[in-house]
């Protein structure tokens, strides 16, 4: 059987048998940010390995979004003794696991760490990029099976909310999700670095942007550092008071720490435990509702996920649970579970 593709050098370094390339599109959402970040983006493309741009056949497609200070070029990296998505992905195919299928990885990296993949008047329109111009583009540039039944959203962590709020947000793009430890049960996820965020910025006097050149500055950041940044990160996402430049609402108060519930009010309303059911129909039409978390997870996300569960199986909705003896980090073997049930909810 002839080869239909020349695969990539990138595809030979990671021993794939499928192709995979590096798109660069351009974004109308995200252009004009404040934060300044680019509106042209990488996306990665895996094709399978029977994949013929000439032929007729049509492919249903797997988006991919990483977690917070994720990227396109971290999800495609090859680390010694791990298994990348991609590397997932091919194996399966090969193993005839699943039907061949195309995946894309999105990369919705920010200055402040990550997007959370929501429309926000500070970071940009980062879930319109994902639903409108990454979809889009590969749709153009594709043999796809452009329709909601033939497309599937998943993610870890930061990807995994992301996966979750488009789902409900965006109805008719995508029939099935998965979320690796998603962030959910904010009052359990976030809420506890809240005290070191305000510690930490207090000495910069509420200088937002002096804290973010500091931590930019530095060869190696100290945990609390990391901490700061990564709640300015899901602020400018889930709280932004406008348009410009570290211009944020905190969800506590500056002089005390005590908690701002006003502000916090409005973090919750992108909860996925506490919104899930006004988003009862967008959630109803999925055809698979995958969450998992292992039981010792850093940021108490395994209570978010089961408590989700929980409220679908209480709607009367269908959700595959999983609970691993496992905590926060290097859960990327989990894709050999999400990934088959996936591409098997597709149409072809």
Not at 68 to 76: D, H, I, M, N, R
């Amino acid at each position: 059987m002839r080869a239909v593709l020349e695969r990539s050098d990138l595809s030979r370094l990671m021993q794939l048998q499928g192709d995979l390339r590096i798109d660069w599109i351009e974004s109308p959402a995200l252009e004009n940010n404040p934060l300044g970040d680019p509106h042209v983006r990488p996306v990665a493309v895996y094709l399978p390995p029977e994949y013929d741009p000439q032929s007729s056949q049509r492919y249903p497609v797997l988006y991919c979004l990483h977690g917070y200070t994720g990227s396109v070029a971290a999800l495609v990296s090859s680390r010694a003794w791990e298994t990348n998505v991609v590397q997932w992905i091919d194996r399966l195919t090969v193993d005839r696991r699943i039907p061949p299928a195309i995946l894309a990885i999105v990369d919705g990296f920010t200055r402040l760490g990550g997007s959370q993949y929501v429309d926000s008047a500070h970071n940009g329109d980062y879930a319109t990029y994902v639903v409108r111009d990454v979809i889009g583009h590969i749709d153009r540039s594709y043999r796809t099976l452009a329709v909601e039944g033939s497309r599937a959203v998943f993610g870890k962590s930061s990807g995994g909310f992301g996966s979750l709020h488009l789902t409900m947000r965006h109805p008719g793009v995508f029939s099935a999700f998965a979320s690796h430890s998603g962030d959910s049960y904010f009052r359990y996820a976030y809420v506890p670095s809240f005290a070191a965020a305000q510690r930490t910025l207090v000495k910069f006097e509420w200088n937002v942007e002096a804290f973010v050149s500091h931590f930019e500055r530095q060869h190696k950041r100290a945990p609390h550092e990391f901490s700061t940044m990564e709640m300015l990160g899901y602020t400018a996402a889930y709280s932004p008071r406008g348009p410009l430049r570290f211009d944020l609402d905190l969800p506590f108060e500056r002089a005390t720490g005590e908690l701002n519930e006003e502000v916090f009010d409005r973090w919750l309303s992108f909860d996925p435990v506490e919104v899930c059911g006004r988003y009862r129909k967008e959630l109803e039409r999925l055809r698979l509702r995958y969450l998992d978390c292992g039981r010792k997870d850093e940021y108490a996300l395994d209570v978010g996920a089961r408590l989700l569960a929980s409220r679908l199986r209480g709607m009367g909705m269908d959700v595959h649970h999983e609970e691993f003896d496992d905590d926060h980090r290097n859960v990327g073997y989990r894709y050999g579970v999400s990934l088959p049930l996936l591409v098997h909810a597709l149409d072809y």
